[in-house]
């Protein structure tokens, strides 16, 4: 079955870093562009970074210079490295699998996400 | 980056109606528009892709229609489970970008 699992929330003071993680399972891994997607409590959801699987990436302006996506193919792994965090940060963290089909792409599966709070 | 508007923000309709929510794109993004339904509590389920194509599963009273900028998700006939939170989603250029939600509550 495909799965995609979210680690590594938690609270983190203003400044700070964290790194989450997530492990995909039952799928070729390498071949998909995966993506975290963001939802701050009881607001919407706000895409945060892409990662190619041949490493390229991209990241949305609020977290740019500050995030940084990363995949290991081998372990079936795509980490998320955010620094200078700030309380704006607070939310679920979805990771997410990104399918292209004749020529549409579209995030088909999602982990159950990990939360993450900044403050002090 | 592209902007993303839903209408109605919020939508009270009772089981049995016929729903539509609107996505309107600050520029053309052709058909390069997703629908998801997000309950409370978890993930997104992406319901339409392309701005047209039901993902598999899905249950055929939902539909989606448009290009260019305007864009819309019919429900032919709410069913209990479909009161949720509906997003629309651009992936035109790789800065993605989400509508802001239509939250559909029971009437």
């Known amino acids: 079955e495909e799965d995609l699992v979210e680690s590594g929330g938690g609270l983190v003071q203003p400044g700070g870093s964290l790194r989450l993680s997530c492990a995909a399972s039952?799928?070729?891994?390498?071949?998909?562009?995966m993506s975290w997607v963001r939802q701050a409590p009881g607001k919407g959801l706000e895409w945060v970074s892409v990662i190619y699987g041949g490493g390229t990436t991209f990241y949305a302006d609020s977290v740019r210079r500050r995030f940084t996506i990363s995949r290991d193919n081998s372990k079936k792994m795509v980490f998320l490295q955010m620094n200078s965090l700030r309380v704006a940060d607070t939310a679920v963290y979805y990771c997410?699998?990104?399918?292209?089909?004749?020529?549409?792409?579209?995030?088909?599966?999602w982990g159950r996400g990990t939360l993450v709070t900044v403050s002090s | 980056d592209i902007q993303m508007t839903q209408s109605p923000s919020s939508l009270s309709a009772s089981v049995g109606d016929r729903v539509t929510i609107t996505c309107r794109a600050s520029q053309n993004i052709n058909t390069y528009l997703n629908w998801y339904q997000q309950k409370s509590g978890k993930a997104p389920k992406l319901l339409i892709y392309?701005?047209?194509s039901l993902q598999s599963g899905v249950p055929s009273r939902f539909s989606g229609r448009g290009s260019g900028t305007d864009f819309t998700l019919t429900i032919s006939s709410l069913q209990p489970e479909d009161f949720a939170t509906y997003y629309c989603q651009q992936s035109h250029n790789t800065v993605y970008s989400f509508g802001q939600g239509t939250k559909l509550e029971i009437k």
């Open positions: 039952g799928f070729t891994f390498s071949s998909n562009y």
């Open positions: 997410a699998r990104e399918t292209a089909l004749a020529g549409a792409t579209f995030f088909d599966l």
């Open positions: 392309a701005a047209s």
